[in-house]
């Protein structure tokens, strides 16, 4: 669930592509999960975070140039890039690990949650104004969780305790997304690539195990996927608004059943897809609600 904002066109054609090009950047978006998965069966979660945002720093930088570096550095906030890009990193190697535990779709599930998780914390921590309508959608999404990640054993109830915490500092790196909404999003793509490697690389040392010829190649598969996403949904909020792509976010966990069907034969069951749903539900009333202040009318 990530995009920014780029304005966007008003018309019927550039709607289409915008909401086309926001389902296909999810399908590859959950691609890269998938090899995440796949890669956790023989490497730490910390090694495989750590190829994750590596292959897709080294394109950045390559791809950027020099001047253009120095213009992606340049940040009105730097202690809130950093908080976030860490905050984001955090979540990536804890539901990577979740992914090595339990079933990529519900794992996608539980991270649904943290829009709701978000609407808690701007109402702590920036002092927002939250309505009853969105509370409800809060607690309704808690319960949806709850339902989803019943402990039925000591492993799945690790991988979803996992997924609850990526959850959450997912929940504020998009918070401090907003404090950094001044900057260039070209900015925030460098620094969120840049810290998270960084701070990866420091523990990767300790889980590392050399990779084989084919390994690294699902590894740079796996960063080369992300940039690929990464552009597919910058594209998309440059052809619709944001309000209108937001709900196309949940198309994520169709493309989680599909290949967690395809490449590991999992398939939720009626309590996965129920708690699923009433997540999703939960997290497309808040998103309604929230659109209805800023549209009324």
Known sequence: MTGQSAGGGHGTENLLLGVVLMVAGMAVLNAMDAISKLLTAEFSGIQVAWARYTFHLVPLVALA??????????????KAQIIRSASLALSA?????????????????????????????????????????????????????????????DVFETGTLLAVGAALFWAIGLLMTRQVRGDNPLSTLFYTAFVGTVLISLAVPFYWRMPSLSAWGLMLAMGLIGALAHTLIIFAFRNARASVLAPFNYTLLVWAIFYGW????????????????????????????????????
Do not use: Q
């Open 93 to 153: 190697v804890l539901i990577i690990i979740a992914f090595s535990l339990m079933p990529l779709a519900d794992a996608i599930a539980i991270s649904f949650v943290a829009p709701l998780m978000m609407v808690a914390l701007s109402a702590r921590f920036l002092g927002e104004k939250v309505g009853l309508h969105r509370w409800i959608a809060v607690m309704v999404g808690f319960g949806g969780m709850l339902v989803l990640v019943w402990p039925s054993g």
């Open 65 to 78: 140039g020099p001047a253009r570096i120095r213009r992606m550095v340049r940040t009105n906030s730097p």
């Open 262 to 297: 395809l490449l590991f034969g999992d398939l939720p069951d009626l309590r996965s897809i129920f708690g699923a749903s009433v997540i999703i539900a939960a997290g497309l009333y808040a998103w309604h609600r929230e659109r209805a202040a800023k549209y009324p009318g």
